[in-house]
């Protein structure tokens, strides 16, 4: 993989007189002549969207035409954070507006899902329609109403879409936790809420294993005894329901029109999880209209969705990726679903994320940029051994991406398409920075700010600083972020998460820079940067330079204060099978030193069998370092959320033992 400078241009804006081309680009168009202004450039629109807040989401909500049952008397009537509120006086209901798209789209497959457990189905829009009826009935014979809760422990499979949108169309309130979570994990997260209903399955394959989950749920059962179970047969179609619960096929039994309950822009629509990683996972409440419009921006404009598009976002049903691909219905696009193991057989085997898009003749992906990396690395050539001529957009996120990776896209999987690294996060279930159809590209940076979204990096005092890291903030309100978090009396830990830094001002907690082509990088958390002497480093810049050395399969890096000085910077390397460890250690002091400075060479470097990281691909930099300073495991860390758990305990003594003997 030849190497790419940070900034190289990889993809021109288009010019002004292409923006017809895009929904975005005429959407700008119509704001031109409405409003008497000339935009020169998207930056120039972006700054006007937030401006002038209440126009730019007044043009949202009607360019798609927002149903609302009764009118709002504004668009933002409190622009305080928090506290802000969106639309006051209108009722509406997120799943109305798919129900909408997918009557228009009835004869049309409309989802597309691929299982390793049980393989491949396609349902049109009619379909996916019935059995949302269906669940609805079942749902309103266990008396579920408005404001009510239901979980689901399920796989990313069309019936826990269809499940999803039957009890939101209703005005219950839904949660997910996908499968893969053992019973702490799932406790953690849904006693929260103290369900009324969950479906669960029986099991899954994950690549050529069975898994069965009914010791697990039994175990859950145990804790919700008033939460009543509806058990979906998946693993093993003969699965019997456990004592005092109901077969999937009982509670759908019935057919029924799919009724849709308006409800306060504000009523919660489903509870999102945060990570667990650094104590009890927070339950960040989410409501209708909030999504609604945040998605109609991202779907329709900055993403630019058809009825032309399939759209396949590779997520399990515990992220926030899970919740936004489901939104991709709005614009009468078809969804691809994925359950199982992408890296099975290999990673360029019929189950991974390249065979899926050609297979479904998908024209949109959203990943991880962890999984880029890991293919760009392997030397793969996607655009070689598939068909991916109908891809026109990769959507990556979770961590940063690579500059000679955004180079490898467009050389290995298909030189015409938009490359759109996106930074956002469960909070907001949507992007702080991003990319849009009038955006240049730029290797190992993200194009733009989001419409509507005011985001700056500032510095320790409250300033606004270009090139130079600073902390990402939220100037101005939007309609995503949480209404509040479930059980947070007085919203203290809501605005202790994002508000204890500056006041009335959103702090994300990552390290943000802006270049001087308006273009964006995310460094790292801000709370895991590291201060060698009074110089901060981004963890980014490291594993810019350590993910493409050979035989280092992946890597993280900690800095542990302590005393006078420098204090002490820690790498831990995962290293390839066969790899000389001491030549390896030699190879890596001298790249961080010619590459990026002395100051980045570590004190340590230590060989660990894994690198902590969670199922998004993100590394678990903060539990770990409290870990390895005393903490306890399970207070700061959910395990379930950890890819190869059982290899933290000998990852921390090892480091242990270099740091006793400094």
């Not at 130079?468 to 100037?475: H, M, N």
Request: proline letters at 6%.
């Amino acid at each position: 993989m030849p190497p790419v400078e940070q900034g190289s241009l990889l993809l021109p804006a288009p010019g002004k007189e292409q923006w017809p081309s895009s929904r975005m680009g005429r959407f700008l168009l119509g704001i031109e002549q409405k409003y008497g202004r000339t935009f020169a450039d998207y930056e120039e629109a972006w700054q006007w969207s937030v401006d002038h807040l209440e126009d730019f989401w007044g043009e949202v909500w009607d360019h798609f035409d927002v149903i609302s049952h009764s009118p709002y008397t504004a668009v933002l009537a409190e622009r305080t954070m928090p506290g802000a509120r969106w639309f006051p006086g209108a009722t509406l209901n997120y799943t109305e507006h798919i129900v909408r798209s997918l009557r228009r789209r009835a004869d049309h497959i409309m989802v597309k899902s691929r299982s390793q457990t049980n393989g491949s189905i396609d349902w049109t829009g009619g379909r996916l329609l019935e059995e949302i009826g269906r669940i609805q009935q079942g749902l309103l014979r266990h008396g579920i109403k408005p404001g009510d809760r239901v979980a689901g422990y399920l796989p990313n499979i069309p019936q826990t879409l269809a499940a999803y949108l039957a009890t939101t169309a209703l005005g219950a309130i839904w949660c997910s936790v996908p499968p893969e979570m053992g019973p702490k994990s799932v406790l953690d997260r849904i006693t929260q809420l103290e369900p009324a209903l969950i479906l669960a399955i029986d099991g899954y394959r994950w690549g050529k294993r069975e898994l069965s989950r009914a010791d697990d749920l039994a175990r859950i059962r145990e804790f919700l005894p008033g939460t009543a179970t509806v058990l979906l047969p998946y693993l093993n179609d003969d699965a019997e329901a456990p004592a005092g619960a109901e077969l999937y096929a009982d509670f759908t039994r019935d057919a029924g029109e799919v009724h849709c309950e308006p409800v306060p822009f504000d009523h919660p629509l489903t509870v999102l999880f945060s990570s667990g990683t650094t104590g009890k996972p927070k339950a960040i409440v989410h409501s209708h209209g909030g999504l609604l419009l945040e998605h109609y921006k991202a779907m329709g404009l900055h993403f630019d969705m058809s009825e032309a598009d399939t759209a396949f976002w590779f997520t399990t049903t515990g992220w926030m990726v899970w919740t936004l691909s489901v939104s991709t219905l709005l614009m009468g696009a078809a969804l691809v679903l994925e359950d199982g193991d992408p890296n099975w057989p290999g990673l360029d085997g019929d189950w991974s994320q390249w065979a899926i898009l050609a297979h479904t003749e998908a024209t949109y992906l959203g990943t991880g940029a962890a999984y880029l990396a890991a293919c760009a690395h392997a030397g793969l050539d996607p655009a070689k051994k598939w068909d991916l001529s109908r891809l026109r957009e990769i959507q990556c996120s979770g961590s940063p991406l690579a500059a000679d990776v955004a180079g490898w896209v467009y050389t290995s999987v298909n030189p015409d398409l938009l490359l759109a690294p996106t930074s956002g996060g469960t909070d907001i279930c949507a992007a702080f920075i991003g990319a849009s159809p009038l955006t240049a590209v730029y290797a190992g940076e993200m194009s733009c700010r989001p419409l509507g979204v005011s985001v700056e990096s500032w510095d320790p005092e409250g300033r606004p600083i270009r090139g130079a890291a600073g902390e990402l903030v939220a100037t101005q309100p939007m309609p995503s972020m949480p209404v509040f978090f479930w059980g947070d009396e007085n919203f203290e830990r809501y605005r202790n998460s994002y508000f204890g830094a500056y006041e009335g001002v959103w702090r994300h907690g990552d390290w943000l820079i802006q270049t001087e082509r308006n273009s964006w990088i995310i460094t790292g958390r801000s709370d895991a940067t590291l201060n060698r002497g009074g110089v901060r480093l981004g963890t980014a810049e490291f594993y810019a330079v350590l993910d493409g050395l050979p035989n280092v399969a992946d890597s993280m890096v900690l800095h542990f204060e302590g005393g006078s000085g420098m204090g002490k910077l820690v790498l831990l390397v995962e290293a390839a099978a066969n790899a000389d460890h001491a030549q390896l250690e030699a190879t890596i002091r001298n790249t961080l030193r010619a590459e990026l400075s002395p100051r980045h060479v570590p004190d340590y470097i230590v060989f660990v069998p894994s690198i902590p990281r969670n199922p998004t691909g993100k590394r678990l930099e903060i539990p770990l370092k409290r870990i390895i300073q005393g903490a306890v495991l399970g207070d700061v860390i959910d395990l379930g959320v950890v890819v190869r758990p059982e290899d933290i305990d000998d990852t921390v003594r090892r480091v242990h033992r270099v740091l006793e003997h400094s």
